[in-house]
């Protein structure tokens, strides 16, 4: 079993939608989650972490946090064309583990 | 934010050369750094871990006699591959950060072809 897993995708939503990506990691010790977003040739750029249990929202942003159930989601609401790009969820206990990437595509 | 450099951005190498890639923290002082490799259409994985003064630590598959890391300064680190081959062909980023419980910042990438 991966340590962090995802959905390859690719997704593709029509601009205006809500984009909807997950994550799910097998430590259950892990303490810290985020979601970078990364554009081809480029290296990742954080978008949010998120700590505790819940819901957390940054503009069109929303992370949730399940640690019962060792996942993580980011909803991207009002999708945008330049949206478009690989979604990588990272876990962090000692090290930041990466998922392998949800490749999202936003349609005009 | 903080910023993070790499040195060069992309380089081409001929099969059995050394080529050795500059990451630096411009505006704050990184006690740990962080080389990871990226293939194409792959997530990044964790190359070796470094901390200032002391010998880098590797991850498990990763050759430490292939992939010299140096961390001298809390500035700087040296990633060197060593007589490198077309399958080290990638995408190689470093990371760095304050201290633990501190954000990661990440550098641009060295985009490294061996021919």
């Known amino acids: 079993q991966k340590e962090v897993e995802q959905n390859s995708g690719p997704l593709s939503v029509p601009e205006g939608a809500i984009a909807s990506l997950n994550c799910t990691y097998s430590?259950?010790?892990?303490?810290?989650f985020f979601w970078y977003r990364q554009y081809s040739g480029k290296s990742p750029e954080l978008i949010m972490f998120?700590?505790?249990?819940g819901d957390k929202e940054d503009g069109r942003f929303t992370a949730q946090l399940n640690k019962a159930s060792q996942y993580v989601s980011l909803l991207i609401r009002d999708s945008q064309p330049s949206d478009s790009a690989t979604y990588l969820c990272?876990?962090?206990?000692?090290?930041?583990?990466f998922g392998q990437g949800t490749e999202l595509s936003v349609k005009p | 934010g903080a910023v993070v450099s790499q040195h060069p951005s992309w380089v081409i190498c001929k099969s059995g050369t050394s080529v050795k890639i500059e990451c630096r923290s411009l505006?704050?002082?990184?006690?740990?750094m962080f080389w990871y490799r990226q293939f194409p259409k792959q997530s990044l994985m964790l190359m070796a871990t470094?901390?200032?003064?002391?010998?880098?630590?590797?991850e498990q598959g990763v050759e430490k006699d292939k992939f010299l890391i140096n961390h001298a300064s809390l500035t700087l680190s040296t990633l060197t591959v060593t007589s490198a081959h077309p399958e080290d062909s990638s995408f190689y980023i470093c990371?760095?950060?304050?201290?633990?419980?501190?954000?990661?910042?990440f550098g641009p990438g060295t985009r490294l072809t061996v021919t």
């Open positions: 990371s760095a950060r304050v201290q633990e419980d501190y954000e990661q910042y």
């Open positions: 430590d259950r010790g892990s303490q810290s």
């Open positions: 998120i700590y505790s249990n």
């Open positions: 990272a876990v962090k206990g000692g090290k930041l583990i």
């Open positions: 505006d704050f002082q990184a006690t740990t």
């Open positions: 470094s901390n200032e003064g002391s010998k880098a630590t590797y």
